[in-house]
């Protein structure tokens, strides 16, 4: 179980400039970058820890590549874009519709879902239907919120593909948020899935049969102990 950060599927992506210099300058400018590894704090968005590779200078001789191989730590997610061809760069989002969810803790688990990675991801964003391209899952644990049933969120990450002016947005949305559409193994659902969060917490150990040695010891040796005891015994 990874704390505080942890390395990821590293994916190629813009960054919005303007977070490179406290957002005083450079609206609308981009820098390439690799992003290697995610952060997570609570109460804060997903951050990303990147690489600059300077490739916004090769297609201009005149300007010098002065950013490649330099570091940032903690880039904000609402800071990146996919690295996809677009007609437009896209709007930049909120953190209340990139990430509705902050992290809930910074013990997490970065992992890849296969069965789901290939396929397009339904993406409810402000009341909208949009597709996504899944890239990872984020999970968290260890904290009140985090281990709480009804309250724990995971944080998927996506590209978005067909969002309209928030395509090519890097967005990490919860389960009730997305849907997954695979048409070799499944019929995608229409309408609001008849889902309520659990409130249970499952323990076999709370059950007041633990209190008696004989089911508690009940196992796959107990007749044999049984026996050793009775020959002992004689």
């Not at 984020?138 to 590209?159: F, M, R």
Request: net charge negative.
């Amino acid at each position: 179980m990874a704390y505080l950060q942890s390395n990821i599927p590293h994916f190629k992506c813009w960054v919005r400039r303007e977070y490179t210099h406290n957002h005083q300058q450079y609206h609308g400018e981009y820098l390439h970058a690799l992003a290697i590894a995610v952060t997570c704090i609570p109460d804060r968005c997903l951050s990303f820890h990147l690489v600059f590779t300077g490739a916004e200078t090769y297609d201009d001789d005149n300007e010098p590549n002065v950013h490649g191989g330099a570091m940032w730590a903690r880039m904000p997610i609402t800071a990146l874009v996919g690295d996809t061809i677009l007609d437009e760069w896209p709007e930049a989002m909120t953190p209340r519709l990139c990430q509705p969810w902050d992290c809930s803790s910074r013990n997490h688990q970065v992992h890849i879902y296969d069965r789901t990675s290939s396929s397009p991801w339904i993406c409810k964003i402000n009341g909208e239907f949009h597709t996504g391209r899944y890239m990872f899952t984020v999970d968290y644990t260890d904290s009140h919120i985090s281990d709480d049933p009804a309250q724990h969120k995971q944080s998927h990450v996506l590209e978005l593909t067909d969002a309209g002016p928030w395509t090519g947005n890097i967005v990490a949305l919860p389960n009730n948020r997305v849907r997954v559409t695979n048409p070799a193994l499944w019929e995608t659902g229409e309408g609001a899935p008849d889902f309520k969060p659990s409130q249970w917490v499952l323990s076999a150990e709370c059950d007041a049969s633990y209190m008696d040695p004989s089911i508690t010891f009940n196992n796959l040796y107990a007749e044999d102990i049984d026996d050793e005891e009775g020959r002992e015994e004689e």
